[in-house]
């Protein structure tokens, strides 16, 4: 009798789970969905863990590729530093090949003016010493008296020391050019040394900004990788998360079916508007006394009205209506009337029942079991109504209670 019993409820649950098309393998034994669960929360640690693992690893890559981002930014201000001062030395030489070509074109001019005075003198010397001091004599007796005399022997000497003179001035020229040109080659051959160490020190730099190039690309492929890897662990644990919900889901139906089998009352209830949280704002008439809307009258009000939009600014109209707890269907009103409308009553066992009014229309029977949850209708104005609303109530052992008192998960 015992055994047949426990067979019966295993084929209405079974029933039950397959009415709900449920994608879950449907177990017979709520303890089944227990295994699965403790199966699966201990998949998701490990994936959660897991994850981590991936999150500190992508941190650190950002990390080291910042870093690297930084570096590259000072390898590029040295290249370009270094860029600068070359052309600077580029320009710095050519000037000084420039004064160095000048001072040569002086020297050039100084040799050919020396030649042709060193010639002069020679040529003077020459004759002077050809001549002998008969040259002199001649000058010195021509001369028609005798300052003329002295005046013609002071010329003479005048005109070689001047030569003399002259030419050694030229060689003082050319020799202070040629120290001038010394110096300039000097600091050329400094400068070229100078040119070919920036030279070197930017191909060095070079060197090294190619260097931080291949590290970031190899780095930026790494992070790639590792973020392909995240949104894979991120959908494997969304995936699970989804099965986890919906294991849990089951569990509660089940539960809930053992509870109104065994006639206890149901520990707790669901928000009976799917998307419309319990908040104030949706409760827009409480329970309890207050003047009626259409009749302007003191009314007691039996339950509570939930209306308006919900979060995402959708109204509640049309919006559907679900079993606040496990249940059988106790009554159905299908055909608009009335004070409620189309409304549905619910038992839940233990004495507890909650009604449903002013439904647009019901998708159930009277004689139905539904489970917590379970769409029973959609929200709508019928009956005495001054627009879309669900009124809600619960009533224990025939009392009508305040829904709100009573415990939502
Ligand atoms: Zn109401």
Redesign the pocket.
């Known amino acids: 009798m015992g055994i047949k019993i426990r067979h019966k409820a295993l084929v209405f649950i079974l029933v039950m789970v397959m009415a709900l098309g449920l994608v879950l393998p449907a177990h017979a034994d709520i303890d089944d969905y227990y295994d699965d669960l403790e199966s699966i929360n201990e998949q998701l640690e490990e994936m959660k863990e897991n994850r981590k693992q991936t999150k500190s690893e992508l941190d650190r890559l950002r990390d080291l590729l910042d870093d690297l981002d930084r570096e590259m930014y000072k390898a590029e201000e040295e290249l370009k530093d270094l860029e600068d001062k070359i052309l600077a030395m580029e320009e710095k030489i050519a000037e000084q090949e420039k004064l160095i070509a000048e001072v040569e074109a002086s020297i050039a001019e100084t040799e050919e003016y020396l030649a042709i005075q060193t010639e002069y003198l020679e040529q003077r010397l020459c004759a002077m010493y050809k001549n002998g001091s008969v040259s002199y004599l001649e000058v010195l007796f021509s001369a028609s008296s005798f300052s003329d005399f002295l005046s013609r022997f002071g010329f003479i000497r005048l005109l070689i020391e001047s030569d003399t003179e002259l030419v050694a001035e030229i060689e003082a020229t050319k020799a202070s050019l040629e120290a001038d040109k010394e110096l300039l080659a000097e600091e050329l051959s400094l400068q070229i040394q100078r040119h070919a160490e920036l030279d070197a020190a930017r191909a060095k730099a070079e060197e090294d900004k190619s260097q931080l190039n291949a590290k970031t690309l190899r780095y930026e492929e790494l992070k790639e990788e590792v973020q392909a890897e995240l949104a894979k662990q991120n959908k494997g644990i969304a995936s699970m998360e989804e099965d986890q919900k919906q294991i849990e889901a089951e569990i509660k139906r089940l539960l809930e079916l053992e509870r109104v089998r065994a006639g206890n009352p149901p520990s707790f209830l669901t928000w009976p508007v799917l998307g419309f949280d319990r908040v104030p704002y949706n409760i827009t008439?409480s329970y309890g006394w207050r003047i009626h809307p259409i009749r302007k009258v003191w009314q007691f009000?039996?339950?509570?009205?939930i209306a308006r939009y919900n979060r995402r600014g959708e109204s509640i109209g049309g919006k559907p209506i679900v079993a606040a707890a496990s249940g059988t269907v106790d009554f159905v009103r299908s055909y608009d009337g009335g004070g409620y409308g189309i409304y549905v009553l619910i038992s839940h066992g233990g004495g507890y029942q909650t009604l449903y009014?002013?439904m647009r229309y019901t998708t159930v029977k009277k004689g139905q079991v539904v489970t917590i949850g379970q769409q029973i209708g959609v929200v709508g104005t019928t009956g005495s109504s001054t627009g879309n609303?669900l009124?809600?109530e619960l009533w224990v052992m025939g009392e009508k209670k305040n829904p709100v008192e009573f415990e939502y998960k």
């Not at 009000?301 to 009205?305: A, C, E, R, S």
Request: aromatic share 10%.
């Open positions: 008439s009000h039996p339950g509570i009205d009014a002013h609303h009124h809600f």
